[in-house]
């Protein structure tokens, strides 16, 4: 899963390569890391996967959902648990 949200910010400020996770379930650290884990920048990853679908004759379009990757591990979850993800410089 994954989460959208209305608060646009506008690249670069957000300066999402040095951002830190840090993600709780029911209390307790499961998943920690930082956007330069994504080839440095996630604008990188986002940026190859524009140039790859231009070559291949395809393209991004207005209103598609980019996921450059994630900022920690995954985990597994069940129904009941309390899930929060800290976001330093997005929210």
């Not at 956007?35 to 920048?41: E, P, R, T």
């Not at 980019?66 to 899930?83: D, R, T």
């Amino acid at each position: 899963l994954f989460v959208v949200g209305a608060d646009a910010r506008p690249w670069p400020t957000c300066g999402l390569p040095a951002c830190k996770m840090r993600m709780t379930v029911d209390g307790r650290v499961q998943s920690a890391g930082e956007g330069a884990a994504c080839l440095g920048d996630p604008a990188l990853a986002v940026a190859w996967l524009a140039r790859t679908l231009r070559e291949r004759g395809d393209s991004l379009r207005a209103g598609d959902v980019v996921l450059s990757g994630a900022l920690g591990s995954m985990v597994s979850l069940a129904p009941g648990m309390h899930v929060e993800a800290d976001i330093g410089g997005v929210g």
